[in-house]
């Protein structure tokens, strides 16, 4: 089976544009979840999703927002880019909402943002 | 503040030799600890987790974390380093009852000399 898919791997983009990124889970995930990992640093939580409603939400501006479709696959949008939105990002699923009972999480090999 | 740290920026170490990388983590109860490798360009893959019981814990490629509540540390050990581990290791903590936020220390990147 395929892992976690991400689209496009690299991407440069001028200050005050839009962004789309996708992911597509591991087929039978229904959990997303997206995450910035800013160069030098560890992933920071954006959002998570499950069965198409935002289930958690990290400490992003309200340019940062994200959806998930009816195959569970997602985009992250973000508006207005600044120069400090310049970063890797990280898209992962997992089969369900909570870290219980074993659950594990797989990334994908995330999309590089370039703002200029 | 939860929180996870990593006070390790880079560490060396020859091939063959051992290594541990140290992970401290605060939370206000036990949370899931995880351990993920990084390679350049590359996205994350799950070395080991911790959820309970035995508190070491055995993962891929030779590695193994063992869990000390009285430290809050979860130190990620190999006792015979390869050339290809060289790589960014993160240490990551996840809540135990809501969504899958997991929290992220800032890396220890680990270069293996020959």
């Known amino acids: 089976d395929a892992g976690v898919t991400q689209s496009p791997t690299h991407l440069i983009k001028t200050r005050g544009q839009h962004v789309t990124l996708r992911c597509s889970p591991i087929?039978?995930?229904?959990?997303v979840s997206w995450y910035q990992q800013v160069l030098g640093q560890g992933p920071q939580f954006i959002f998570q999703?499950?069965?198409?409603?935002?289930?958690g939400r990290g400490n992003f501006p309200d340019r940062f927002s994200a959806r998930q479709f009816p195959n569970y696959s997602s985009e992250l949008n973000v508006n207005a880019l600044l120069l400090g939105d310049s970063a890797l990002y990280l898209c992962?699923?997992?089969?369900?909402?909570?870290?219980?009972?074993?659950?594990?999480?797989?990334f994908g090999e995330g999309s590089w943002l370039t703002v200029v | 503040a939860q929180s996870v740290t990593q006070p390790d920026i880079h560490i060396t170490v020859s091939e063959g030799a051992s290594l541990e990388l140290r992970c401290n983590y605060s939370y206000g109860a036990t949370p899931y600890l995880f351990w993920y490798v990084q390679s350049p360009g590359q996205g994350l893959q799950l070395l080991l987790k911790?959820?309970?019981?035995?508190?070491l814990v055995q993962g891929i490629k030779g590695f193994e974390a063992e869990f000390k509540r009285s430290q809050s540390s979860f130190n990620l050990r190999k006792p015979s380093v390869h050339w290809s581990d060289a790589a960014e290791y993160f240490c990551?903590?996840?809540?135990?009852?809501?969504?899958?936020?997991?929290?992220f220390g800032s890396g220890t990147r680990l270069l293996v000399r020959p």
């Open positions: 911790y959820f309970s019981g035995d508190t």
């Open positions: 990551a903590v996840g809540p135990m009852d809501s969504s899958y936020k997991l929290i």
């Open positions: 992962a699923s997992s089969l369900a909402l909570h870290t219980t009972g074993g659950n594990t999480i797989y």
């Open positions: 999703y499950y069965e198409k409603e935002e289930r």
């Open positions: 087929s039978g995930h229904k959990s």
